[in-house]
């Protein structure tokens, strides 16, 4: 069974830091892409992703504030996110990217929880982050 499981989410002051973590399994991690999603207004926006290469995608909204990084052994895709605004408040999900993609399941222009519904399996619970000014 694939289970993604999100933590490290919270209040914040803009200008803070936090660190989300996807802890996974069920499915072969090393050669899954895993992304990032949050649900902000008008869209499900896909923040960051890292395959199995390493290779990385950042929205240009967080590129130089966010770093995306993988711990195989621990099956564990974390979030660093550094100098938060309140733009980034959102609730936050890991989503196994790649299988999203091989299934014809990536988001489309709908809400996260639409996507997750169509999908649930790919997607974790979400973290809500909470950037005040």
């Known amino acids: 069974e694939v289970q993604l499981v999100e933590s490290g989410g919270g209040s914040v002051k803009t200008g803070g830091s936090l660190r989300l973590s996807c802890t996974t399994s069920g499915f072969t991690f090393a050669e899954t892409e895993i992304g990032w999603y949050r649900q902000v207004p008008n869209e499900c926006e896909l923040v960051s992703t890292i395959d199995s290469d390493g290779d990385i995608y950042y929205a240009s909204s967080v590129r130089g504030r966010f770093t995306i990084s993988r711990d195989i052994p621990k099956n564990t895709v974390n979030l660093q996110m550094n100098n938060l605004r309140p733009d980034d408040t959102a609730v936050y999900y890991c989503?196994?990217?790649?299988?999203?993609?091989?299934?014809?399941?990536?988001?489309?222009?709908?809400?996260?929880?639409?996507?997750?519904?169509?999908?649930?399996?790919?997607w974790g619970e979400g973290t809500l982050v909470t950037v005040s000014s």
């Open positions: 989503a196994a990217y790649s299988l999203m993609l091989a299934a014809d399941a990536l988001v489309r222009s709908e809400t996260c929880a639409m996507a997750k519904a169509r999908a649930r399996h790919y």
